[in-house]
């Protein structure tokens, strides 16, 4: 059993920042890929960003690269997304995930553990 918890959303105007976390408890993560993920009302679930386990190989989609990093703290159990200039269409609800495989990449179904997701809105 693994359990992933999101924190760190909130509300914040065009061209700020968060940062969320994720924690994970049960089965450790140490040697697992992990990712975000987002989902916008109405939408799909959109592949944000990805990290390898020992911190490096680490992929973003178009929409955020250069603007999110993510991060991993495997003694602590802990992954986290910074999310900077951040634009109205980056309003979703972010969750992060565990890789099935070495080889995840940005399909949801390469990911088998789910957070239940923290809100992120940014307003115009």
């Known amino acids: 059993q693994v359990q992933l918890v999101e924190s760190g959303g909130g509300l914040v105007q065009a061209g700020g920042s968060l940062r969320l976390s994720c924690a994970a408890s049960?089965?450790?993560?140490?040697?697992?890929?992990m990712g975000w993920f987002r989902q916008a009302p109405g939408k799909e679930r959109e592949f944000v960003a990805r990290?390898?386990?020992?911190?490096?190989?680490?992929y973003y989609s178009d929409s955020v690269k250069g603007r999110f990093t993510i991060s991993r703290d495997n003694a602590k159990n802990t992954v986290a997304l910074q999310l900077n200039s951040l634009k109205p269409e980056d309003t979703a609800v972010y969750y992060c995930?565990?890789?099935?495989?070495?080889?995840?990449?940005?399909?949801?179904?390469?990911?088998?553990?789910w957070g239940q997701g923290t809100q992120v809105t940014v307003s115009s």
């Open positions: 995930a565990r890789g099935r495989w070495a080889s995840s990449w940005s399909s949801p179904d390469d990911y088998d553990y």
């Open positions: 049960g089965r450790t993560f140490s040697n697992y890929i």
């Open positions: 990290i390898g386990w020992n911190g490096g190989l680490t």
